[in-house]
């Protein structure tokens, strides 16, 4: 069985990372997230990775720090993510570059396109760290501009949730479950998969998104194969 992408884009939830702990890194997440990207590697399917910041930074504390500064903080804490998740994937032996928005060349590479498609081509998982490099633009509006960049044939959106539901499923039972949405339904119904500016770039471009749970082993291999897991947006 042939897998179904060649070139993908992994949008990792910060909070994901932390599981149980709610905040900071769970090693135990870490390895279990590079033993499935391994899955995929093996199959020769080219990988980019996009991850949030939300297990160390939410927006603003203070009512006297401006929106820029607290996103800039943001995009430093999805470094520290993007590190640790180096470090898991070359611990699983596969090769991986971090490349940064904004530059801090003794730890990563700053974001070229053009060295980020060779990276890939020649089999190397490429981590986008510190988002777009600019404030007001969210680490999702990031995953649709890497793919659009990168000419990613989906965008494997892994996240706490298992799917898209209509409501929080935590806090609403009666929330409804989707196996399919298009782009504009995302938009007209304002599901909070992603923010709006991210599901208007993936629309405007034709990148399917396809969301499910990350703490579902074997998950992502399902995801590259096509199966019906959670929930396609296309």
């Not at 720090?65 to 993007?82: E, H, K, Q």
């Not at 991986?96 to 081509?121: D, F, G």
């Not at 404030?135 to 501009?145: G, I, K, V």
């Not at 629309?203 to 969301?211: E, S």
Request: glycine fraction near 8%; aromatic fraction near 6%.
């Amino acid at each position: 069985m042939k897998p179904k992408y060649k070139r993908v884009l992994l949008k990792i939830s910060g909070e994901a990372l932390a599981g149980e702990n709610k905040t900071g890194l769970n090693d135990a997440v870490l390895e279990g997230v590079a033993k499935q990207v391994k899955q995929i590697y093996d199959l020769g399917v080219e990988i980019a990775v996009v991850v949030g910041g939300g297990n160390f930074w939410r927006g603003r504390t203070s009512k006297n720090m401006d929106r820029p500064t607290a996103d800039y903080m943001g995009m430093l804490a999805t470094v520290i993510n993007s590190l640790a998740l180096q470090s898991a994937f070359e611990a699983q032996g596969i090769p991986t570059r971090v490349q940064t928005a904004i530059e801090m060349k003794e730890i990563a590479e700053p974001y070229i396109r053009r060295r980020a498609v060779a990276e890939l081509s020649e089999g190397n998982i490429v981590i986008f760290g510190a988002g777009t490099g600019n404030p007001f633009f969210s680490t999702d509006t990031t995953a649709a501009l890497r793919a659009a960049e990168i000419d990613a044939d989906v965008i494997l959106l892994a996240k706490k949730v298992d799917a898209v539901y209509s409501d929080d499923p935590e806090t609403n039972p009666n929330a409804v479950r989707y196996e399919s949405l298009t782009h504009q339904e995302v938009l007209e119904k304002d599901l909070k998969v992603m923010d709006a500016t991210a599901a208007s770039l993936c629309r405007d471009n034709g990148i399917a998104i396809h969301v499910f749970a990350l703490a579902e082993e074997g998950n992502v291999l399902k995801a590259i194969y096509g199966e019906k897991i959670g929930t396609i947006i296309n």
